[in-house]
């Protein structure tokens, strides 16, 4: 069964940075996009950067120039770098991995991602 398996989240400080890894179960199993989405509490889960085969990073635009995503093709993982933090980045951060029709589509657990002073 393929997981997708986050580390890296916690409490950092304002201009701060973490980084975030997820890596796939199955490391035989490759998808067509790799991302990361966050949800603040009562707010929807909103895409925050994401990289498919072949294709360029796309950002939302309150995370460009702040945060750089990656993806290791060979360990089968996607890392997110985050610098610069804001307390407006706080929230939940999710791994996800998507087919190219969409018709597989897995989550990590999640991982708490706290901004403060």
């Known amino acids: 069964q393929v997981q997708l398996v986050e580390s890296g989240g916690g409490l950092v400080q304002p201009g701060g940075s973490l980084r975030l890894s997820c890596t796939v179960s199955?490391?035989?199993?490759?998808?067509?996009?790799m991302g990361w989405y966050r949800q603040a509490p009562g707010k929807q889960r909103d895409l925050v950067a994401r990289v498919t085969t072949g294709g360029q990073p796309d950002y939302t635009d309150s995370v460009k120039g702040r945060f750089t995503i990656s993806r290791d093709r060979a360990k089968n993982t996607v890392s997110l770098q985050m610098n610069n933090l804001k307390p407006e980045d706080t929230a939940v951060y999710y791994c996800?991995?998507?087919?190219?029709?969409?018709?597989?589509?897995?989550w990590g657990q999640g991982t708490q991602v706290t901004v403060s002073s």
């Open positions: 199955v490391s035989s199993f490759s998808f067509y996009s």
């Open positions: 996800n991995g998507r087919s190219a029709s969409g018709a597989l589509n897995y």
